[in-house]
């Protein structure tokens, strides 16, 4: 299964719709949202299963930052005639201040009655012992932050 990525690092809206239209298809799809600067970002996937025996693994991973607020919004779609499908949805976001805010909706519309689509969702802070930990192995606070948005990111 090929992974597709897309990073996202300015305000605003975006769509995606990522089509399973053929028969055996597979794919694993990955959006970083990177809302470290001040500002309103939004983002809407669709998962669309309109043929069989598909699968998918849909990832987002966001950091929000000070001033910043993030949408996620994410659906696994499966029409009727789409059976034996598999697909999993996944939004994982990190807040990086206080003010900043997110909101993750993960949602599924199964028509059919042969699948298998599930999806899960997070918004948390970092965890102050982690950074903690870093310290003591020598990292300033600035410098454990900063690994733990890397780790969390996978860059």
Do not use: C
């Not at 090929?2 to 959006?31: R, V």
């Not at 009655?113 to 997070?122: E, K, Q």
Request: net charge neutral; glycine share 10%.
């Amino acid at each position: 299964m090929k992974t597709i990525s897309k990073k996202y690092n300015k305000p605003g809206k975006h769509e995606i719709t990522i089509p399973f239209d053929k028969e055996g298809q597979e794919k694993a799809w990955l959006g970083v949202v990177d809302a470290r600067a001040e500002g309103e970002y939004e983002l809407e996937i669709l998962a669309w299963h309109t043929a069989p025996s598909t699968g998918g693994r849909i990832t987002v991973r966001g950091v929000v930052g000070k001033g910043a607020s993030l949408t996620v919004r994410g659906m696994i779609k499966i029409e009727k005639q789409a059976q034996k499908i598999d697909d999993f949805l996944e939004i994982r976001i990190l807040l990086l201040d206080p003010s900043a805010r997110a909101t993750a909706e993960p949602k599924l519309e199964i028509e059919a009655d042969d699948v298998r689509a599930s999806h899960a969702a997070s918004v948390g802070k970092i965890d102050e012992t982690q950074i903690l930990y870093l310290a003591s192995r020598g990292l300033s606070e600035k410098q454990a932050r900063e690994e733990i948005v890397k780790g969390f990111l996978g860059v």
